[in-house]
């Protein structure tokens, strides 16, 4: 999917949030700048849980709206063994909101099942890519793609 702006971006996340689920898990990858944290903010709008704010120097903000949203970002992290730290065990497939991991490629954080969402620079803007690595996950990526 071609996202020319940061507006197309958020809405692709906003799209999102009529389909996620307790229980969901999110990688987001890309490069610095990609849209991540952009895609991100739609996706929070739309679970009525307000602004979002990147989580690079908190590592884990907490949204409340329809769900609740653990937004991750491991990009300062460097030994798996900081991962332990942030009590992501405790939320990993909590019925009651998802968890959002951006700089997921870095660790392996998430659930066997998740959706996993590549943003790219591209000329025409970013380019979102959708995978599914479960039943549920390729379920979202499918109607995410529709």
Do not use: C
Request: cysteine-free.
């Amino acid at each position: 999917m071609i996202l020319p702006d940061a507006a197309a971006t958020e809405r692709a996340g906003a799209a999102l949030a009529d389909l996620v689920a307790g229980g969901d898990a999110i990688a987001l990858i890309g490069d610095l700048g990609a849209g991540k944290t952009t895609f991100v903010t739609g996706l929070v709008a739309a679970l009525g849980a307000g602004a979002a704010a990147s989580p690079t120097f908190s590592l884990v903000n907490e949204y409340r709206g329809r769900l609740i949203i653990w937004h991750v970002d491991l990009y300062r992290l460097e030994r798996a063994a900081e991962i332990a730290e942030l009590g992501l065990d405790d939320v990993v497939g909590d019925p009651r909101g998802i968890l959002i991991v951006e700089w997921a490629d870095r660790f392996e954080v998430l659930p066997a099942d998740h959706l996993r969402i590549e943003l790219q620079h591209s000329d025409a803007g970013r380019i979102l890519t959708a995978s599914g690595t479960g039943p549920r996950g390729r379920a979202l990526a499918l109607a995410l793609q529709l």
